[in-house]
């Protein structure tokens, strides 16, 4: 069973930034494609940005392109997202996980960004 275990996550004010960080366990995570999905209130949850296992390939949902980016370090199985020019839309909890998804996910990290 894998485990996810993301932080980072806090409040901001629009234009503002936060860098997330994900830390997975598994022996797999190298050949495992990995995404940030987020989930706001009223909403399902969407994928917002991807990465390949050898991180050469990324994609992003159109609303976060040019303002998010995805990396990965397989050396420390670690995802991250950092979320540049920050607005009230992208406030939702942020989780980590496989693409597609595992069916278990971790606790995810609140993004709130308000005045």
């Known amino acids: 069973q894998v485990q996810l275990v993301e932080s980072g996550g806090g409040l901001v004010q629009p234009g503002g930034s936060l860098r997330l960080s994900c830390v997975t366990s598994?022996?797999?995570?190298?050949?495992?494609?990995m995404g940030w999905y987020r989930q706001a209130p009223g909403k399902q949850r969407e994928l917002v940005a991807g990465?390949?296992?050898?991180?050469?390939?990324?994609k992003y949902t159109d609303s976060v392109k040019g303002r998010f980016t995805i990396s990965r370090d397989n050396a420390k199985n670690t995802v991250s997202l950092l979320m540049n020019s920050l607005k009230p839309d992208d406030t939702a909890v942020y989780y980590c996980?496989?693409?597609?998804?595992?069916?278990?996910w971790g606790q995810g990290t609140q993004v709130t960004v308000s005045s």
């Open positions: 598994g022996s797999t995570f190298r050949f495992t494609a």
């Open positions: 996980n496989a693409d597609p998804p595992y069916s278990d």
């Open positions: 990465i390949t296992p050898g991180g050469s390939t990324t």
